[in-house]
């Protein structure tokens, strides 16, 4: 995950990435009513990139707080 910002006077633009790689599996056993078990298996495999890009306007500021109109895609 990463993020940038730039801001040059009352405007603004933004970036941030994120990566996601998550896998894993897995084997149980499940006991059934009058003796036995059924066994189960699982499987997960997730992979995805979001890239966001960002633009924004600062409306107004003061030493102690600001109002931003942000918007993206």
Do not use: C, H
Request: aromatic residues 12%; charged residues 20%; proline residues 3%.
């Amino acid at each position: 995950m990463g993020a940038f910002e730039t801001r040059k006077n009352k405007w603004m633009f933004l970036a941030d990435l994120v990566y996601l790689d998550m896998d894993d599996s897995s084997k149980s056993s499940v006991p059934l009513p009058g003796g036995g078990a059924l066994a189960t298996k699982g499987k997960l495999d997730l992979t995805g990139t979001k890239l966001g890009l960002y633009g924004g306007y600062n409306f107004y500021q003061t030493d102690k707080s600001s109002v931003d109109f942000i918007a993206g895609l």
